[in-house]
């Protein structure tokens, strides 16, 4: 079965990643120097897991358009919060006992939503990456929050980790999982068994929350 790339990026990494986006189209990062024929036996490896995930993201129904009104739940750390529009707060976003948004704001609200995810985003995931670089002897080289919508986390070839904004709305140990993940990049490049032994060796429950992430995965989204 031949698998058609619709883009292919090459940089300065040096592994091949597979990125199947959730229009099913097909993305391709490889290093610079990666032969092409290298590319495509990859490719033809994974078929299977490629055919399987692209049914998968066409399946996923699209996110009904966010209208911001008043009773609109949103999602942080696992748990769902009502929105309340309000006429006046020193701040556009607040969250107590559930999210308040400035009314004069609702047109950008996903603006406001975004931004706001994004500053918990780094001072939660920073935290903890702190914390399990302390316990477990790792040096990440800086830590980069992304808009990325198909990607959980990744881990560069100079050590940078990224993490998208959107992990901030899934519970705190599936947020572990994915620090784990990337920081176990930092020793094992790969996803082979070497890669996974450190990851467990880390977080033994690690496949509790990667089961978490790809059935629930879909509705970390403005």
Same mark, same amino acid.
């Given at each position: 079965?031949?698998?058609?790339?619709?883009?292919?990026?090459?940089?300065?990494?040096?592994?091949?990643?597979?990125?199947? +986006?959730?229009?099913?189209?097909?993305?391709?990062?490889?290093?610079?120097?990666?032969?092409?024929?290298?590319?495509?036996?990859?490719? =033809?490896?994974?078929?299977?897991?490629?055919?399987?995930?692209?049914?998968?993201?066409?399946?996923?129904?699209?996110?009904? *358009?966010?209208?911001?009104?008043? $009773?609109?739940?949103?999602?942080?750390? $696992? @748990?769902?919060?009502?929105?309340?529009?309000?006429?006046?707060?020193?701040?556009?976003?607040?969250?107590? @006992? $559930?999210?308040?948004?400035?009314?004069?704001?609702?047109?950008?609200?996903?603006?406001?939503?975004?931004?706001?995810?994004? +500053?918990?985003?780094?001072?939660?995931?920073? *935290?903890?990456?702190? =914390?399990?670089?302390? =316990? &477990?002897?790792?040096?990440?080289?800086?830590?980069?929050?992304?808009?990325?919508?198909?990607? %959980?986390?990744?881990?560069?070839?100079?050590?940078?980790?990224?993490?998208?904004?959107?992990?901030?709305?899934?519970?705190?140990?599936?947020?572990?999982?994915?620090?784990? &993940? *990337?920081?176990? &990049?930092?020793?094992?490049?790969? &996803?082979?068994?070497?890669? %996974?032994?450190?990851?467990?060796?880390?977080?033994? +429950?690690?496949?509790?929350?990667?089961?978490?992430?790809? *059935?629930?995965?879909?509705?970390?989204?403005?």
């Amino acid at each position: 079965m031949q698998i058609e790339i619709d883009k292919l990026i090459r940089s300065k990494r040096r592994t091949i990643a597979l990125i199947i +986006e959730r229009d099913g189209s097909f993305t391709v990062r490889a290093p610079m120097r990666a032969p092409r024929a290298a590319i495509d036996t990859f490719i =033809q490896q994974k078929a299977d897991w490629i055919t399987r995930t692209r049914k998968k993201m066409k399946s996923i129904k699209p996110t009904v *358009e966010r209208q911001y009104f008043d $009773g609109e739940k949103f999602l942080y750390l $696992g @748990s769902s919060f009502d929105l309340k529009l309000v006429e006046f707060q020193k701040h556009l976003l607040h969250l107590d @006992s $559930g999210f308040s948004l400035r009314r004069a704001a609702q047109a950008k609200g996903e603006q406001v939503f975004t931004r706001w995810y994004k +500053e918990r985003a780094l001072e939660i995931i920073s *935290e903890r990456v702190k =914390q399990y670089s302390a =316990q &477990h002897n790792f040096i990440p080289k800086q830590i980069k929050i992304s808009s990325a919508k198909t990607r %959980w986390g990744s881990c560069s070839p100079n050590g940078t980790l990224n993490f998208t904004w959107r992990l901030v709305m899934a519970p705190l140990d599936v947020i572990d999982y994915v620090v784990v &993940h *990337e920081l176990a &990049h930092l020793r094992v490049k790969n &996803h082979s068994s070497k890669f %996974w032994d450190v990851v467990e060796s880390i977080y033994p +429950e690690y496949k509790k929350q990667r089961k978490w992430l790809r *059935e629930n995965g879909d509705k970390l989204s403005l």
